[in-house]
């Protein structure tokens, strides 16, 4: 049996690839033993902006009724503010859905998802024995310019795309044959980018997805739990610090 079976695991993604890549730790005790970890404001921040912009640039809502349910929405999720973050972040909702909608604005009306929700894209990652599918879903899709533009919304403008997002727009643009750029917005400003060789990417992923299976086959999750490597001073860890030292002992 193939190592994804083995341990149920149905299929993959860029956000789970990452997590493998960068905290093997944090991936086994979110993929073998269920803890999904804690979310943080800047993540929800993320959310509710993505949702405001959504419903401006397709028609749904008025730009300052956008705002305030994703305000309100944002209150619903962030019950406790204890170091402040929250507030601020809060704050950014306003700045961040404006600059967007800007910067969207070009490109007209995105195309809705066939039965509402996100488009979801896919490809089937193979190997020596096992086979998987690796999906996404992509944020706004305009299919008569061949199109999408994924939003991020980020508290510094990078200079160029973090490794983490580059598989991900080379993922959106092998499984559709899209130009995927990305759009980085910051209380600030906005700017589209369009970083990383698509095919050496997808590359990148097959091979680490294929040590990932050998690494399944190993034996159960207890035992890959005793094995891993641990690092507490990861920030995949934050907030989850009770798990980590429940589940690794340290």
């Avoid at 998802?113 to 193979?126: N, R, W």
């Avoid at 310019?145 to 994924?150: E, P, S, T, V």
């Avoid at 399944?216 to 690092?231: F, H, T």
Wanted: charged share 25%; glycine share 8%; proline share 4%.
């Amino acid at each position: 049996m193939d190592g994804y079976k083995k341990h149920g695991i149905t299929h993959s993604s860029p956000s789970a690839i990452n997590k493998w890549i960068n905290a093997p730790d944090a991936w086994v005790s979110s993929y073998l033993f269920g803890h999904r970890g804690a979310a943080s404001s800047a993540m929800w921040r993320g959310i509710c902006t993505e949702n405001a912009v959504s419903d401006v640039i397709s028609g749904k809502s008025g730009i300052d009724d956008a705002i305030a349910a994703a305000q309100m929405s944002f209150d619903e999720k962030i019950l406790f503010d204890e170091d402040g973050s929250a507030a601020k972040e809060r704050d950014n909702i306003e700045a961040m859905t404006k600059l967007a909608v800007d910067a969207l604005e070009p490109y007209g009306q995105p195309d809705p998802p066939e039965g509402g929700g996100q488009t979801k894209v896919s490809l089937t990652a193979k190997g020596d024995g096992w086979e998987i599918p690796f999906i996404g879903f992509t944020d706004f899709d305009f299919n008569s310019r061949g199109l999408i533009i994924d939003l991020k919304t980020t508290g510094r403008m990078p200079g160029v795309m973090s490794l983490e997002h580059q598989r991900q727009r080379a993922f959106y643009a092998a499984a559709t044959n899209y130009q995927v750029l990305f759009l980085y917005v910051t209380p600030k400003k906005a700017e589209l980018k369009e970083d990383g060789d698509v095919v050496e990417l997808m590359a990148e992923i097959k091979h680490h997805m294929t040590r990932q299976e050998r690494f399944l086959r190993l034996g159960d999750k207890e035992l890959l739990r005793d094995v891993v490597p641990v690092n507490p001073s990861s920030f995949y860890w934050k907030g989850d610090e009770a798990i980590r030292k429940d589940l690794y002992g340290v």
